[in-house]
C-alpha cells in the first residue's frame, strides 16, 4: 500500500502558541489530501480537506482561521494549529489520496498536548 | 443525524473464530465501502474496500459483503487472531470520488489466545 508519513509524531506546546503538522506522501502523488482529529476513543472527524494548490476546504464548524491548512505540492500538506489551547490537545490524523482513486492512505497521526 | 451506524461497539472472539462487524447507512449517496483497522497510537490501515456493483469482496482473511438493497455491508476475519486485535472502522465514500469519508463509531476486536 501507498505510504503516508506526518511529523512529529508528538508535540507539546504552551498555550497561546502555534504548531505546524507535516503531512507527507512518500510514494505517489497526493492531488487531495484530508485532516482529521481523533480524541480518545471516538472515531474520526474530518475537519477539512485540501486539493493541491487550492484553499483547502473545512467542515462545518472547524475554525479556518484556527486550523490553517497548505497544499503546495502534490506530496505536502501541513496543518498549522494557531494560537493553541488546551482544549485543542487531540490526535491529528493526515490522509491522501492520488488522482482518480478511491483509496485513501492514512498518516501515522500526531499527538498534541497544549499545556 | 448519524449517517452511519457500526456495530457492535466491542467484540471478543476466540482465536481461529470467526469475527463479524456490521455497518448500516442511511441514503444512497456513498459509492465506496471501506474498512480501516487501527491499532492504538496509530493511524488507521486501509484493509479491505468494496464498490456497490459487487455483493462480496474477499482478500485473504478479510471479506466484506455488501447489500445495497438494505444499505449494510459487514466485515468477516476467518481464523481470528491475536494480532488482529484492533479497533475497526467501516466508512462511507460519497459518490463523485470526491475522497470525503463518513466513518464508523468504531468496534473494538479482542481475540483471546
Known amino acids: 500500500g501507498a505510504v503516508v508519513s506526518q511529523h512529529p509524531s508528538r508535540v507539546i506546546c504552551k498555550s497561546g502558541t502555534s504548531v505546524k503538522i507535516e503531512c507527507r506522501s512518500l510514494d505517489f502523488q497526493a492531488t487531495t489530501m484530508f485532516w482529521y482529529r481523533q480524541f480518545p476513543k471516538q472515531s474520526l472527524m474530518l475537519m477539512a480537506t485540501?486539493?493541491?494548490?487550492?484553499?483547502?476546504?473545512?467542515e462545518q464548524g472547524v475554525e479556518k482561521d484556527k486550523f490553517l491548512i497548505n497544499h503546495a505540492s502534490l506530496t505536502l500538506s501541513t496543518l498549522t494549529v494557531t494560537s493553541a489551547h488546551p482544549e485543542d490537545s487531540s490526535f491529528y490524523i493526515c490522509?491522501?489520496?492520488?488522482?482518480?482513486?478511491?483509496?485513501?492512505?492514512f498518516g501515522p497521526g500526531t499527538r498534541l498536548t497544549v499545556t | 443525524q448519524q449517517q452511519v451506524k457500526q456495530s457492535p461497539q466491542s467484540l471478543i472472539v476466540q482465536k481461529g473464530g470467526i469475527s463479524i462487524i456490521n455497518c448500516a447507512y442511511e441514503n444512497t449517496a456513498f459509492d465506496y465501502f471501506p474498512w480501516y483497522q487501527q491499532f492504538p497510537g496509530k493511524g488507521p490501515a486501509l484493509l479491505i474496500a468494496?464498490?456497490?456493483?459487487?455483493s462480496e469482496k474477499k482478500e485473504g482473511r478479510f471479506t466484506i459483503s455488501f447489500n445495497k438493497s438494505a444499505k449494510q455491508f459487514s466485515l468477516h476475519i476467518m481464523d481470528s487472531q491475536p494480532g488482529d486485535s484492533a479497533t475497526y472502522f467501516c466508512a462511507l465514500g460519497l459518490a463523485g470520488n470526491t475522497g470525503k469519508l463518513i466513518f464508523g463509531q468504531g468496534t473494538t476486536l479482542q481475540v483471546k489466545p
Open positions: 490522509s491522501a489520496k492520488g488522482q482518480g482513486r478511491y483509496e485513501q492512505y
Open positions: 485540501s486539493n493541491e494548490g487550492s484553499k483547502a476546504t473545512y
Open positions: 468494496i464498490r456497490p456493483d459487487v
